[in-house]
């Protein structure tokens, strides 16, 4: 099946800070990729939907200036949250659809990001 | 708006006994469907998804689920719980052109020895 990393897979750093966090499909091309956070013990929210060569398309309440997506190549993806404070502490997961449908995603790890 | 509802916060079986984890989903047509398993700081494997055909999908680890149309519902089933199925189950699903999952809450799976 398809691989999807992630790097790091563990971040903390102090408030104020921008961190960036790598979603790499590894075994084949994803135009689109998508990004989503997930709090302890919740399920998981789309944040946004990253497009290679174009602008990402964010879900409603998410802070386009907070966390900046870039999609510049067919198999990477970058979420950098910028001047991050302790609320931003969570669990980034990434994923990229691939398939004859295009309708199956396959998720990175996850990276952990700490906020102090 | 497409929905995703698991009613289950937290199930706790014994290991060698059935398993059903309930899904039910709201959406304007028949979307695709997916069961995702997730290990504590890991990110989601996919146990098995419909697309169309067949309402009785097979999956990995011996995992099955049900279709029902007229329930709106997939739930996931298994009938022997091994310890190692210990872990967080989130049904999903998609439609449309523009491939986005919606996730329900999760259930969380103890298993006893």
């Known amino acids: 099946g398809a691989v999807v990393s992630q790097h790091p897979s563990w971040v903390i750093c102090k408030s104020g800070t921008s961190v960036k966090i790598e979603c790499r499909s590894l075994d084949f091309q994803a135009t689109t990729m998508f990004w989503y956070r997930q709090f302890p013990k919740q399920s998981l929210m789309l944040m946004a939907t990253?497009?290679?060569?174009?602008?990402?398309?964010?879900e409603q309440g998410v802070e386009k200036d907070k966390f900046l997506i870039n999609h510049a190549s067919l198999t990477l993806s970058t979420l950098t949250v910028t001047s991050a404070h302790p609320e931003d502490s969570s669990f980034y997961i990434c994923?990229?659809?691939?398939?004859?449908?295009?309708?199956?995603?396959?998720f990175g790890p996850g990276t952990r990001l700490t906020v102090l | 708006a497409q929905s995703v509802t698991q009613p289950d916060i937290h199930i706790t079986v014994s290991e060698g006994a059935s398993l059903e984890l309930r899904c039910n989903y709201s959406?304007?047509?028949?979307?695709?469907l997916f069961w995702y398993v997730q290990s504590p700081g890991q990110g989601l494997q996919l146990l098995l998804k419909?697309?169309?055909?067949?309402?009785l999908v097979q999956g990995i680890k011996g995992f099955e689920a049900e279709f029902k149309r007229s329930q709106s519902s997939f739930n996931l089933r298994k009938p022997s719980v091994h310890w190692s199925d210990a872990a967080e189950y989130f049904c999903?699903?998609?439609?449309?052109?523009?491939?986005?999952?919606?996730f329900g809450k999760g259930t969380l799976l103890t298993v006893n020895p």
């Open positions: 999903a699903i998609s439609g449309g052109s523009n491939y986005k999952l919606t």
């Open positions: 419909y697309f169309s055909g067949d309402t």
């Open positions: 994923s990229a659809p691939q398939g004859a449908l295009y309708n199956e995603q396959f």
């Open positions: 990253s497009n290679e060569g174009s602008k990402a398309t964010y």
């Open positions: 959406y304007g047509a028949t979307p695709y």
